[in-house]
């Protein structure tokens, strides 16, 4: 047992370090570092420049284009990046779509879709939450229909992150009415300019635009667009919520954060003494700071037990379940340490923190209610 | 980077386990505890015969020299079974801090004899009404002929009763000759003595606490000890007596760890037995949750017992103690939360002797405040952690 990396894990570490310190731009980095919200140009322009250099999609098999590092290999660049102020990656096309595409697509797709997901020039977004459909996911029912070269597909999906910078989008259906809802449901490839799509912007409680509800109406999607089998979508869905679990912990992100926490509550306060020094309020930093180490320790010892396997279970919830409870612990630090000061909305000044602690309650929602982590854990408990 | 045990590690740890399923069974823990019996010194002699008494003991003093690593292994294993014998007091604690003074020949002697199990000694350090102040001792060592007297007060000595030797801290009066107070702070002039039991002038009162171990207040009345009976120069103690509980801290992390861990997988197995409106109440998605509760409580002190064991020996002090203090931090809270929550979802057998889950919980509630509870060990970390770690990988 030891705590200790590598020494090529070390070299890695600092040969990923150089790259952000060269290549990442300044202006994007103060955006990250500010919370302040990133443009679709920015995501694009990072993806680009990752591509570039040969790490546009890190984990994929080198097969298919990746540079097929190691899940330690993948955490410290995640932790590095989020540490520098890099965008993180939007996930949708690297990290759901297309491990889904290499399991079971065809030959066509995987050739079709890969390399611009790679290089960023396609942006993907996720069909999956409907009006009726959360965390009942299997209950959708938005149909597809066959008739002839092509499925017409009718309904809403909501909840849908960015889906108005999509290109494409990956989209649960239902194709059977009659089987059972996990037995009923196949898994879709939609161009998002395909007639008969409309997206509507959701407006949050922070003021962004970061959600969408997407209608379809009578949207015909020719049939080689059908990943996998007709009707088994469900298992290639649950696959990819394996995979989105697993990066959800967010080590280094609430670092970056609580270093902005711990910097903003060590500043001088005029005449007073800096809010670091209220032996209450070090307590409750110091208190996230100390579950946020517990927890990278849990995180690596999940990333060493699955030697290499992206595996759910209930290891990946308690790391969605702690992670998303540090992050916004710390978001709402951040806005305690501001004071009154959080209240006004001055627009986008980046130091307002407070659109940062409404937008971070959304992490015990996404990805599987906190709720439905603990359902699941208590499943593998045999409960 | 990697968190296995390795084959010695669990060899250890399989050995010690096998020989407690065998020897010291539930009925026979309890029995003993029923008896007032302070200790079984059978099972100390077989636990001997497995290593365990050397473990922590340096090999040029007929140890097997090994670390907190192995510690970790045998406290997780021994856990569950509820030892009231002298094993984190002796075997780890107070083997520790005489491992501070090898080089001194009683030292060595008594380190000899404790690695063959034939010797029991235990730190006798905190004071009443010091709380979780190391720093508080008023227990004084004067000069005595060519030796010294102690006199003092010493609260809550675990097995001081079952102990031949008593590690005793005292302070030394500051004074021209006496370079007892010359270090400046509250921890100055503290040393450290190598007190027999059977010395005149040493009182014990003794008793059980909550967790059916034996312990006792130990009063030290013009105690005369001989000049080589200090170990290590004057003033000069309180550095390796917070280095050895804070090793003793982490192996008290690892115990909580296999209690936690045997209090969860009967609580489930409660669950799913226990029937209630036609239906094992496991099904009810309130307890479900507070399963799921339990589970991250459990995997995170898992986590903090492997950090505190990995860090427990940090050459660098202020390292060590911001990892032993995050990760007792972690460790009382859950042991409490775990402890609670079993009792609770036991319901009015959680509450009875007859199970082991309130011998469980007795234990994880003396462990949460054993060596400063939550609050204490939060306040050291954000202390230690003032300065702003950027970019630091915390582990």
Redo the contacts between chains.
């Keep these: 047992?030891?705590?200790?990396?590598?020494a090529a894990?070390r070299s890695f570490r600092e040969e990923v370090r150089a790259f952000l310190e060269a290549r990442l731009p300044a202006k994007i980095r103060d955006k990250v570092r500010d919370g302040r919200e990133l443009a679709r140009a920015d995501h694009v322009l990072w993806q680009r420049i990752l591509h570039e250099r040969g790490w546009g999609a890190t984990a994929w098999p080198v097969k298919f284009g990746g540079a097929g590092w190691s899940p330690?290999q993948e955490y410290i660049f995640e932790?590095e990046s989020a540490?520098a102020g890099a965008p993180r990656q939007i996930p949708f096309g690297v990290k759901m779509v297309a491990p889904v595409l290499m399991a079971y697509g065809s030959a066509a797709q995987q050739e079709r879709f890969l390399p611009d997901i790679r290089s960023g020039a396609a942006w993907w977004c996720q069909g999956y939450s409907e009006p009726g459909a959360g965390s009942d996911l299997a209950s959708l029912r938005t149909r597809a229909e066959r008739d002839g070269d092509a499925y017409v597909v009718n309904g809403q999906k909501t909840w849908n992150t960015l889906g108005q910078y999509a290109d494409w989008m990956f989209c649960l259906v239902r194709t059977d009415t009659q089987a059972k809802p996990q037995s009923g449901i196949s898994f879709l490839l939609i161009d998002m300019k395909t007639p008969g799509v409309s997206v509507r912007p959701i407006r949050l409680l922070d003021g962004g635009h970061e959600v969408n509800e997407i209608w379809f109406e009578n949207v015909r999607v020719p049939l080689e667009n059908l990943v996998g089998e007709e009707n088994r979508g469900w298992t290639y869905a649950k696959f990819l919520l394996g995979h989105e679990r697993t990066n959800i912990a967010g080590i280094g992100i609430a670092?970056r954060e609580l270093?902005r926490l711990?910097?903003a509550a060590?500043a001088p306060r005029g005449e007073g003494r800096p809010l670091?020094d209220d032996?209450l309020f070090?307590?409750r930093?110091?208190?996230v700071?100390?579950?946020?180490?517990?927890?990278?320790?849990?995180n690596?010892?999940v990333l060493?037990?699955a030697r290499g396997e992206h595996g759910a279970g209930?290891?990946a919830?308690?790391l969605k379940?702690?992670g998303t409870e540090i992050q916004q612990a710390i978001s709402e630090l951040l806005m305690r340490a501001a004071g009154a000061d959080a209240l006004p909305l001055r627009g986008e000044a980046g130091t307002n923190v407070m659109p940062g602690y409404l937008n971070q309650r959304k992490l015990s929602i996404f990805g599987g209610t906190n709720?439905i982590?603990?359902?699941i854990?208590?499943k593998t408990?045999?409960? | 980077?990697?968190?296995?045990?390795?084959d010695e590690?669990r060899q250890l740890r399989d050995a010690v386990a096998a020989f407690l399923a065998k020897e010291y069974p539930f009925e026979r823990a309890r029995a003993n505890r029923r008896a007032a019996r302070d200790w079984d010194p059978e099972v100390w002699a077989g636990l001997a015969g497995l290593g365990v008494t050397a473990l922590n003991v340096p090999a040029e003093c007929g140890g097997l020299g090994f670390g907190a690593?192995e510690t970790l292994a045998l406290m997780d294993a021994c856990g569950p079974y509820l030892l009231q014998e002298p094993l984190l007091g002796s075997a780890v604690i107070a083997t520790a801090l005489l491992g501070s003074y090898a080089q001194a020949a009683p030292a060595a002697a008594l380190l000899r004899a404790m690695a063959a199990g034939e010797q029991v000694a235990v730190v006798a350090h905190f004071e009443p009404y010091a709380r979780f102040d190391v720093c508080q001792v008023h227990t004084r060592a004067t000069p005595e002929g060519a030796g010294f007297r102690l006199t003092g007060h010493k609260a809550v000595v675990m097995h001081a009763g079952s102990a031949d030797t008593l590690l005793v801290s005292a302070r030394e009066p500051a004074g021209p000759g006496g370079a007892g107070g010359a270090p400046g702070g509250a921890g100055g002039g503290m040393s450290l003595f190598l007190v027999p039991r059977a010395t005149p002038g040493v009182r014990l009162e003794r008793y059980f606490t909550v967790d059916g171990q034996s312990g006792a207040d130990v009063h030290l009345e013009s105690v005369q000890l001989p000049a080589d009976h200090r170990l290590g120069g004057a003033g000069a103690a309180l550095p390796a007596i917070e280095a050895a509980f804070d090793l003793g801290m982490a192996a008290l992390c690892a115990e909580a760890v296999g209690i936690m861990q045997a209090l969860l997988d009967a609580t489930?197995e409660y669950?799913?037995a226990r029937q209630q409106f036609g239906q094992p109440i496991?099904?009810f998605?309130a307890?479900?949750?507070r399963?799921?509760?339990m589970?991250?409580h459990l995997?995170?002190?898992r986590?903090?017992s492997?950090?505190a064991?990995?860090r427990g020996n940090h050459p660098e002090p202020d390292t060590r103690r911001r990892a032993l203090s995050?990760a007792k931090?972690?460790v009382s809270e859950a042991s409490r939360f775990i402890g609670q929550q079993a009792v609770q979802l036991h319901g009015g057998m959680g509450m009875t002797d007859e199970l082991p889950v309130s011998h469980w919980f007795k234990r994880l509630t003396a462990i949460d405040v054993m060596f400063g509870d939550a609050d204490i060990h939060?306040?050291r970390?954000?202390a230690l952690?003032?300065t702003?770690?950027?970019?630091?990988?915390?582990?």
């Design positions: 047992m030891q705590l200790e990396f590598t894990e330690v932790e540490l670092k270093t711990k910097r060590a670091l032996p070090a307590a930093v110091a208190r700071e100390i579950e946020l180490q517990a927890l990278e320790i849990t690596l010892r060493c037990a209930p290891q919830s308690i379940i702690k709720e982590q603990k359902n854990i208590a408990m045999g409960l | 980077m990697d968190f296995d045990f390795s590690q690593l489930v669950l799913k496991g099904r998605q307890l479900q949750h399963i799921a509760d589970v991250t995997e995170q002190a986590s903090m492997y950090l064991a990995m995050a931090v972690i939060l306040q970390y954000a952690s003032r702003i770690h950027e970019g630091t990988v915390h582990v």
